[in-house]
Nanobody
Framework: VQLQASGGGLVQAGDSLRLSCEAS????????MGWFRQAPGKEREFVAA???????YYADSVKGRFTISRANAKNTVYLQMNSLKPEDTAVYYC?????????????????WGQGTQVTVSS
């Protein structure tokens, strides 16, 4: 599975962005998908995940502001980010988890995209 993330950019606090992650391969629908982020000098942290059955999970820091969704017909997972804050600034990565377990742990993911930069100015 190859993953291609896009949609990052420079926005102001309070703005919205939608990230996309397109996957190659016919088995996309069998993977749980996650979004992680990494700010300079910090460890990669969990943002959101969605199971193959569309159950969603969120980090407390983004709950109520971010929404993860998937379109299996397009082999794509999305991250809608609203009410962005400067502390959301990071490189955002999408990832695929074949075991659909421990979705908040980056080491549980099998495949990773290249990352897309999100910068939120105050």
């Amino acid at each position: 599975v190859q993953l291609q993330a896009s949609g990052g950019g420079l926005v102001q606090a309070g703005d919205s962005l939608r990230l996309s992650c397109e996957a190659s391969g016919r088995t996309f629908r069998t993977y749980a998908m996650g979004w992680f982020r990494q700010a300079p000098g910090k460890e990669r942290e969990f943002v959101a995940a969605i199971s193959w059955s569309d159950t969603t999970y969120y980090a407390d820091s983004v709950k109520g502001r971010f929404t993860i969704s998937r379109a299996n017909a397009k082999n794509t997972v999305y991250l809608q980010m609203n009410s962005l804050k400067p502390e959301d600034t990071a490189v955002y990565y999408c990832a695929a988890n074949g075991a659909a377990a421990r979705l908040a742990q980056p080491e549980s993911y099998d495949y990773w995209g290249q990352g897309t930069q999100v910068t939120v100015s105050s």
